[in-house]
């Protein structure tokens, strides 16, 4: 899209346009966030959710499968599903009952349940790793995995691949600007230099990977299998296999983060591509909704990890925490792998996907725009950029006044997408229906993005 003046507040008039129906349709989302902006730290409880393209926080009401209903009684097909948070639908049927049952029986006590040994047995068939652990979130799962390696191997770094996603764990908040380590545009109160703590090279980049790799420093390199929340990039032929082998050979830990690639299938990437890492992490879906993560090992790290957990100085080792593995979780971790995102769902979801990137792609033919959409599993997102090109390139075509106005414009028509990018996920209780609802949607809103070539 042009730079041009004429154009911008082209753009601008139209956003504005859809900021007044916003206001139009939810006075009581709006009164809402009055109220709240009395106690609440920018009016919302955690700070994500002002990144949404509303003038106002959309307050919601409740939300069951696909569907999601606001405060003013509007309601929504819901493409973002909290994120990933909500991937198995909203309040899956087996989960609620789930929860509801143990809420009443014990909800944490520092003790193990029947649970939790399904669980693991569950992740084990799924991932191929043999130890695991429960964690809150993703976050805290990267966390405690990276101090392992760190424990494991005795070295410092870490090396994660350029525009990566993990969390807000401090070692990934790091990108490359002229080829110097630097923090991540927008990271709140930075512990050190980012120089100090990790390396980073772009993602399919194999000759950087070996070169950043032969300092001998680096104890993990953590890696999404295809990087997520740049848009979707796809690792190249043979690039996990190469950094299978580099990592190998120098001596380095390798997690596999399949906290928004578990949209591949019920065991993501690692399991679709034969992955063999030392350790994995995966959140956020797995809970049905409810906070809940889990990070996996192989016999070999777990080894050497559970000899450093049982010291007796456990209660400072940095891993764990009280209210990880509690009871809630755990019950609601085995009740969403028993009976959602298995391989059943996927069939389902995938085709669903893959009709979503297809509208997409005949939109931005149709208007002639050199805009892209990429497909992971019943994941699939559209970029303002070509779809050869790196993290880098992504992050640099970003348009966020044109992203906002598409995000606005659906929002209005009912249809919800990932506020932070451009991503549409699947659950199983998404219809054929709505994803055609969201490509007229998303055709009239590009056209008129496009007329202002």
Known sequence: MPSTSSNSARLSELLDAEEERYLASHPRSLALAGQAAKSLLNGVPMSWMTHWATPFPLFMQRANGARLWDVDGNE????C???TGAMAGHSPPRTAEAISRRAATGITAILPTEDAVVVGDELTRRFGLLKWQIAMTATDANRYALRLARHVTRRPKVLVFNWC??????????????????RRPGVVGPTQPAGETTRVVEFNDVDALERELAHGDVACVIAEPA?????????DPGFHDALRELTRASGTLLLIDETHTICAGPGGMTAELGLEPDMLVVGKAIGGGMPAAAYGMTEAVARVAGEAVEEPELNISGIGGTLSGNALAVAAVRATLSHTLRAEDFERMIPLAERWEAGVRDAI???GLQWSVTRLGCRAEYWPASGDRTAAEAAAMADDEATSYLHLHALNRNVLLTPFHNMALMCPDTTAD?????????REALGNVASLR
Do not use: K, M, W
């Not at 929340?229 to 796809?234: A, D, Q, R, V």
């Open 227 to 235: 990087l997520t929340n740049i848009g979707i990039i796809l690792p």
């Open 76 to 79: 929504y097909i819901d493409f």
């Open 365 to 367: 033919e149709e208007c």
């Open 165 to 182: 996603y993990h969390g807000t764990v401090d070692e990934t908040l790091a990108v490359l600007d002229s080829g110097r380590v630097t």
């Open 81 to 83: 599903l909290g994120d």
């Open 434 to 442: 709505d994803v055609d609802r969201h490509t007229s949607v998303f």
